[in-house]
């Protein structure tokens, strides 16, 4: 089932998420889930962007785990994970709440972020989705 399961997965992303990421040019990441239990952290990465018919988007990309709660392992996982989809000079914004392990991802987010579309100093930042996308536009 496991096996199954996966090439479903693998698929969707080959045929439906993967082709549309090519076509942006910046995104907007935030962490719509997460959860802590023992020593392990577990999160959701969601980009939400306007598709070329102008269309607000939102593609859930994966959900992974950080075995460590500092900024350093955090940018170094974020780093891969972004840089597998093509994603890792396209995000200028994100949201985040004020969960003290939120607080840590969002400060490896922006350690590992340069806003190259953009030429921004730093990336957007805010716990209000609203207002995040306000500032990217």
């Not at 996966?6 to 935030?30: C, E, G, R, S």
Request: charged fraction near 20%; glycine fraction near 4%; include cysteine.
């Amino acid at each position: 089932m496991e096996e199954v399961l996966f090439a479903m997965v693998k698929k969707t992303l080959d045929q439906h998420v993967l082709p549309n990421l090519k076509t942006i040019a910046i995104v907007l990441a935030n962490f719509d889930l997460w959860m802590s239990r023992g020593s392990v952290d577990t999160f959701v990465l969601v980009i939400n962007f306007l598709n070329e018919a102008w269309v607000l988007m939102h593609v859930t990309i994966e959900l992974f785990e950080v075995h460590e709660t500092f900024e350093q392992s955090m940018a170094i996982q974020l780093h891969s994970l972004l840089e597998k989809y093509g994603l890792l000079h396209r995000v200028i914004a994100f949201v985040k709440d004020e969960g003290n392990n939120v607080i840590v991802m969002a400060k490896a987010l922006q350690s590992i972020i340069d806003c190259e579309p953009l030429k921004l100093f730093k990336i957007y930042e805010g716990t209000c989705f609203g207002h995040v996308m306000f500032e990217a536009c």
